[in-house]
């Protein structure tokens, strides 16, 4: 049989990069040892009250068809919580509520882009950006953050690959895998240029309730930025709701209009017992410390893998100010990361990204996520310590 062209566009490269995972994960269930830190969803349960909030939904029959774009008092709360974190100025009618940021994300991109645009990606970047690019047949074009200057934004590069086909800058702040935010400056930098030539910014802000120090910054409080801004955002890491697909994108009220209207054919609106426990997550006292203790217990992991790091002279990792991820540099081993994740696998059981996927610029890094328990976290700083001491013996034999 024969298929559309865009089957070409959805079929990403990166593809091979997750080789290492799904070997993980698939030993993982003949063989517990194996300690799977190559994904990003978080090992928590999703907080009792939303659950409980999802299954009274359910038997009280909120089962039926629902309002397109979410409803009213769900987005009220997102609006008033958007509005009170970075001062853009919205109601409900600039929220629509999509399958997790990941269909915002298509949905967005699908209602801003055409055949012929391009469209500026910071790198590195989360693997299905290109996917949803490429699909509404433009072209991506990635900006690598400067990875001999911890990922800050090259400002040149950024300016440079401006052209008269430009019509959007993509990023996500806090990043994955990095998990750094974007600065003050570099933001206002990026505003101007979305400014002067009159681009969309589409801002992807899943990591931002999980930040662990410094400031998160929405781009769409910058002045002159709320007409030509995307913010999405999703419950999926916040409140460990992965599998529920709750996410939305906030707008200008015609963008949101031009949403509804794909949501009409592609989704028709999210179930209604998962907005109700999508608006116990935001607002239920209990569900938002369940939030806060999973914020708080990924950094003390993310500080147990830096220290773990640190002791290692080949390997630097950039400290995360956010998200359930870090970056290892491990060009210096003498390994590809490719290599290294693969070894590390093989010798160690233990299942990390090269960062290959996510850009050029991450090639010489490996993506490890956070999110086993403190003990198997212990167990798997053991196993990279002797892993370590092991290259490094065969290199000074070699
Ligand atoms: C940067 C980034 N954006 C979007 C997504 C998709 O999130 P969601 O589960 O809300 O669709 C992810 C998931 O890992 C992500 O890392």
């Keep these: 049989m024969r298929y559309a062209p865009l089957t070409q566009a959805i079929q990403g490269e990166t593809v091979d990069a997750w080789d ?50 979410g409803r009213d008092e769900l987005r009220e709360v997102i609006a008033a919580s958007h509005q009170s974190r970075c001062g853009q100025e919205v109601s409900k009618d600039n929220v629509i509520m999509l399958a997790g940021a990941q269909n915002a994300l298509f949905a967005s991109s699908m209602c801003i882009l055409a055949p012929g645009d391009e469209a500026i990606v910071l790198q590195p970047m989360y693997v299905t950006y290109e996917a949803c690019i490429q ?3 433009a072209t991506l074009v990635p900006v690598a953050m400067d990875k001999h200057n911890d990922f800050c934004l090259d400002y040149a590069a950024l300016e440079n690959a401006i052209t008269d086909k430009t019509k959007a800058i993509y990023f996500a702040t806090p990043n994955n895998p990095s998990g750094l935010m974007l600065t003050q400056n570099e933001l206002q930098f990026i505003a101007d240029l979305a400014i002067k030539h009159d681009l969309w910014v589409v801002s992807d802000e899943v990591y931002s309730q999980t930040v662990f120090e410094g400031e998160h910054i929405s781009i769409a409080g910058l002045p002159n930025m709320a007409e030509r801004t995307i913010t999405l955002n999703s419950l999926s890491k916040s409140h460990a709701m992965t599998g529920w697909r709750v996410g939305w994108a906030i707008g200008p009220t015609t963008l949101i209009n031009h949403l509804s209207n794909l949501s009409l054919c592609m989704l028709y609106g999210l179930p209604g017992f998962v907005q109700q426990a999508a608006y116990t997550a935001l607002t239920d006292p209990q569900a938002l410390a369940s939030s806060e203790h999973m914020r708080v217990t990924y950094q003390r992991r993310r500080d147990r893998l830096v220290s773990c790091f640190q002791q290692h002279q080949n390997l630097s990792c950039i400290t995360p100010q956010a998200s359930m991820f870090l970056l290892v540099n491990v060009s210096e081993t003498g390994l590809t990361a490719q290599a290294f994740a693969e070894s590390l696998f093989e010798q160690q059981k233990i299942g990390v990204l090269p960062a290959t996927a996510f850009g050029e610029c991450a090639a010489d890094f490996i993506r490890i996520s956070y999110v086993v328990e403190d003990s198997e976290l212990e167990d798997a700083c053991e196993r990279i310590d002797r892993f370590m001491a092991l290259l490094n013996a065969n290199k000074q034999r070699a």
């Design 20 to 69: 290492i995972h799904f070997k993980a994960t698939s030993l993982k269930e003949k063989d517990d040892s194996v300690i799977v830190l190559s994904i990003g969803d978080p090992d928590f349960d999703t907080p009792s009250q939303v659950v409980d909030s999802a299954v009274a939904g359910l038997r009280n029959g909120d089962t039926h068809y629902v309002e397109i774009e």
């Design 135 to 137: 699909l509404t047949g």
